[in-house]
């Protein structure tokens, strides 16, 4: 016979090499505090309900919290032959307090006990990967009023467009991370939906209170199906989604600081703490943080392809291939939570080149939309006056010049319309300035979105403490002070 945990029909023992095949403990013993917690509030209930003795309970929760102080310590020998670290646990906890540890596992399987574990492991680290979001935007929204009136070229097709100012430029970053931690609340709320009571697949036949466990462990639901709790992914295809939208986010701030930090650009310098050299050309210094949170977006979104594919041909309820939803979760967690944290650094540490983004936009023709306003303001409709300004753009290239370079004659030529005011309608200040339309990179319409920013991060702080409140220590797990049933009855 098998001396598996499960063996109880086996003749013979698993093959080695299927041992190791299966077995998840080298990823899943990450979820040990999430597992402690979640066996601590089943043992409470199973108490509550009279399905076990206080007595048993007391010595589960102590044996339990002495797991927990072993694997803290790394005291803990994890063992591949008990495949899981639900296994690994419930061994330990069995050869320390005996038959009561045997107990435990009634009216649970590790089906409904791996969701359980999951959700609580996602929700946590949701939490923290929005106080990192917040943290990214704190350090944009500081770049952005400190640099607040320097004005850069902005572009279209990477080609020059129309000035802008370089705040409003980082608060387009801003804006979108803002919608990033949106998302990342409501991966939350699909992760917070207990599955634990669900069984195999169809309940138990034992009076549990699920609603006393959800309470313990700080749940806003319950899954309402038995079924589904224990199949469900969507709330790991959801929080996969919403870091690859992140990390999209994220490579698209890299490509324009790997083009910025260029001697092409040189709009700025990184930090050397942030940048690498070359093993053979001296000069070289290379934007790798930018780079590798750009190469790295391509393994977050292929974690999620990875789970969406996982997940499209399964019937319920739980196969095996759902083992495959925890090496890319957490991979994601890790990826994000680097390169959220570095890149608050780099954009802290970075040097801002203002002389260069201004001279950028007296060198270039980012004002030509400016002149055709201007002819549009005094009258001329606005694809002639379009037309006039491309053929200022076309004469002033074929002479070399740009078009402040004209003389007020040499416009004339172009149309009668133009006067001495020109020179100020196209100077960068004014295409600046005058863009206070909501949302534009006027003086004043930046200032409202720095005041914005301000403000959401003021929300965004309310809602990181009110769900950090809600977070489960095994160490210190509340059972919410309810009596124990008469065990003489």
């Known amino acids: 016979m098998s001396d598996a945990l499960w063996g109880g029909r086996f003749t013979k023992t ?29 043992a409470a209930m199973l108490a509550k309900t009279g399905i076990i003795t206080g007595e048993d309970r007391d010595a589960i929760v102590s044996g339990l919290r002495d797991i927990l102080g072993q694997i803290d310590r790394g005291e803990f020998d994890f063992s591949v032959t008990l495949e899981d670290i639900h296994l690994n646990i419930e061994k330990r906890l069995t050869d320390a307090i005996g038959a009561a540890g045997g107990r435990l596992h009634t009216a649970r399987s590790r089906n409904d006990q791996v969701a359980l574990d999951t959700h609580m492991y996602l929700r946590r680290e949701i939490v923290g990967l929005m106080e990192l979001i917040r943290d990214l935007q704190q350090a944009l929204l500081e770049t952005a009023d400190r640099h607040k009136e320097v004005i850069m070229p902005g572009y279209t097709h990477l080609q020059r467009a129309q000035p802008v100012l370089f705040s409003h430029h980082l608060m387009a970053y801003f804006f979108m991370l803002g919608r990033d931690f949106e998302r990342l609340e409501g991966a939350y709320r699909r992760a917070d939906i207990m599955p634990l009571g669900a069984g195999a697949l169809a ?14 462990l700080n749940f806003d639901r319950i899954y309402a199906n038995s079924m589904d709790a224990v199949s469900d992914r ?5 929080f996969l989604s919403a870091a690859a939208i992140v990390m999209v986010h994220l490579s698209r701030l890299s490509e324009e600081i790997c083009l910025w930090a260029t001697k092409e650009f040189s709009f700025i310098e990184l930090d050397d703490a942030h940048c690498t050299g070359s093993s053979i050309m001296p000069q070289k210094k290379n934007p790798d943080v930018s780079e590798l949170v750009r190469g790295k977006t391509g393994r977050v979104t292929g974690h999620l392809m990875a789970l969406l594919t996982v997940v499209k041909g399964l019937p319920l309820a739980y196969n095996k291939d759902l083992q495959e939803d925890k090496e890319g979760l957490f991979d994601t967690i890790d990826t994000l939570k680097f390169s959220l944290t570095v890149y608050a650094a780099l954009i802290r540490g970075m040097k801002v080149r203002e002389d260069v983004m ?35 753009v076309a004469r002033a290239i074929e002479r070399g010049v740009y078009l402040a370079d004209f003389t007020l004659e040499e416009l004339k030529e172009l149309s009668p319309l133009f006067a001495e005011d020109i020179y100020e309608a196209i100077s960068p200040e004014t295409c600046v300035r005058l863009r206070n339309s909501l949302g534009g990179t006027g003086y004043d319409s930046v200032k409202r979105q720095l005041a914005d920013g301000v403000k959401l991060l003021s929300e965004e702080a309310a809602a990181i403490s009110r769900l950090s ?6 160490a210190t797990l509340d059972l919410n002070g309810q009596p124990e049933p008469d065990q003489t009855e």
């Open 14 to 42: 698993t093959d080695e090499m299927v041992n190791d095949f299966q077995a998840s403990i080298s990823f899943d013993r990450r979820l040990y505090r999430e597992d402690i917690a979640g066996s601590i509030a089943h």
């Open 203 to 216: 309940g138990t036949t034992f009076p549990i209170d699920r609603e006393y466990v959800a309470g313990s």
């Open 234 to 238: 969507d709330y790991a295809l959801e």
């Open 358 to 392: 201004k001279r950028a936009v007296t060198e270039d023709f980012s004002n030509a939309t400016d002149l055709a306003d201007y002819l549009a303001r005094k009258g001329l409709p606005f694809r002639q006056a379009h037309a006039v300004a491309g053929a200022a």
């Open 469 to 474: 409140l809600r977070q489960i220590d095994p």
